[in-house]
C-alpha cells in the first residue's frame, strides 16, 4: 500500500463514514503522517500493511526523543489517532492483524473541570439588568446555556427554526453537524420570550433572520460577545471563579449527575460521542462527596 493514497482513503473514511470535522480529519492524518517520516527519517522503506507493534513502540520513542513538548496528552492523543488509522485499515479488510492492539495510552490525570453552584448560576442570571435594551437577552441566552448545556458554538448558531416550544425541545446541530434534541426548561422559554420583544424591534438583515439571538445591528451573536456578557455578569455578581460559556454546560452536566440523572441520557443531552467523556461528572459528584466528608468527619 502507499501511504499517500492510503491516508488519502483513510480521510474520506472520516469525512464520510465517521462524519468527523475537517479539523479532526485532519488531525488524524497529521499524526498518520507523523508515522511516514519517522520511517523515511530511519531510512526504512515499510507500507502501512507491514507495520508491527515494534515499529509503533521505536516511533513513539523517536518522537519523545526528537519533539519538545511531546508529554502525555500529545502521546495520548496520537496513540488515539494511530489506532484510528489501522483501525480503518483492519475494517477495510487491507489488514489481518491491527499493530496497535497491544498500544497502550498513557494515563492521563483527568483535571476536573470547574462548575457552579445553582445558586451561583441564579446569582449570576439575576445581576443582569433587564432595564438595558439587551438585558432580557443575555438573561435569555444564561438561561438556554445552562438549561440545554449548549456548547457556545451551539448557541450562537441556534436558529429560530428549531425551536419547538409546544413540545419543550430545541435541535441543535453538534460537532461534525450532528443533530440532537434537547429539553428545554420553562424558564428558559419565558426568558426568550422576553428577549423576542426587544428583538422585533431590531433592523435584521435577511441573512440573519433565522438566528435566535442577535446583537444590536441585526447580526448574529459571536462567541467572544457571549464570553463578555458572562464575565461582565459573573463580576457583578461577586462570583471569584474563572468561569466561561462553558463553564454553564459542566454545571448543568452535575447538577443533571448529582440529581440522579441516568449518565447516558446526559450523554445524550450533551451530544458526547462517548460515554466515557460524560463519565467525567461521576467523578466530580465523587469528589463533592469527599469534599464533604473531608469537612464534616470527625475522624478527617
Not at 63 to 86: C, M, P, T, W, Y
Not at 105 to 134: F, G
Not at 153 to 165: A, D, G, K, M, Y
Request: charged share 30%.
Amino acid at each position: 500500500m502507499d501511504w499517500e493514497k492510503t491516508i488519502h482513503d483513510f480521510a474520506l473514511y472520516l469525512r464520510l463514514e465517521k462524519s468527523l470535522s475537517e479539523n479532526s480529519i485532519e488531525a488524524y492524518c497529521h499524526d498518520v503522517r507523523k508515522l511516514e517520516t519517522y520511517f523515511t527519517v530511519i531510512d526504512e522503506n515499510i507500507p502501512p500493511e507491514k507495520v508491527t507493534i515494534d515499529h509503533l513502540r521505536d516511533f513513539i520513542v523517536w518522537l519523545n526523543e526528537n519533539e519538545k513538548d511531546f508529554k502525555e496528552r500529545s502521546q495520548a492523543r496520537l496513540v488515539s489517532g494511530i489506532k484510528g488509522f489501522f483501525d480503518y485499515l483492519q475494517l477495510d479488510n487491507l489488514i489481518d492483524i491491527d499493530p496497535t492492539d497491544l498500544l497502550e495510552s498513557p494515563k492521563i490525570t483527568k483535571k476536573l473541570p470547574v462548575y457552579l453552584t445553582i445558586s451561583e448560576i441564579d446569582a449570576i442570571i439575576n445581576s443582569i439588568d433587564v432595564s438595558k435594551p439587551e438585558g432580557h437577552r443575555n438573561r435569555a441566552i444564561l438561561e438556554t446555556l445552562y438549561s440545554c448545556g449548549l456548547r457556545v458554538s451551539e448557541l450562537v448558531n441556534l436558529r429560530i427554526h428549531n425551536l419547538f416550544f409546544k413540545d419543550g425541545f430545541i435541535r441543535v446541530i453538534g460537532k461534525g453537524d450532528k443533530e440532537r434534541l434537547v429539553p428545554i426548561s420553562d424558564k428558559a422559554i419565558r426568558e426568550i420570550g422576553n428577549y423576542m420583544e426587544w428583538r422585533c424591534q431590531l433592523n435584521i438583515p435577511e441573512a440573519e433572520r433565522d438566528y435566535l439571538f442577535l446583537n444590536r445591528r441585526g447580526k448574529h451573536m459571536t462567541r467572544v460577545m457571549v464570553f463578555l456578557i458572562i464575565k461582565d455578569a459573573a463580576e457583578k455578581a461577586g462570583i471569584q471563579k474563572n468561569i466561561s460559556p462553558h463553564t454553564f454546560r459542566h454545571s448543568f452536566a452535575t447538577h443533571l449527575v448529582n440529581g440522579g440523572a441516568d449518565l447516558r441520557s446526559v450523554q445524550e443531552m450533551l451530544g458526547h460521542e462517548s460515554i466515557l467523556t460524560t463519565e467525567l461528572y461521576t467523578h466530580l459528584d465523587q469528589q463533592h462527596l469527599h469534599d464533604t466528608i473531608m469537612l464534616y468527619h470527625p475522624r478527617k
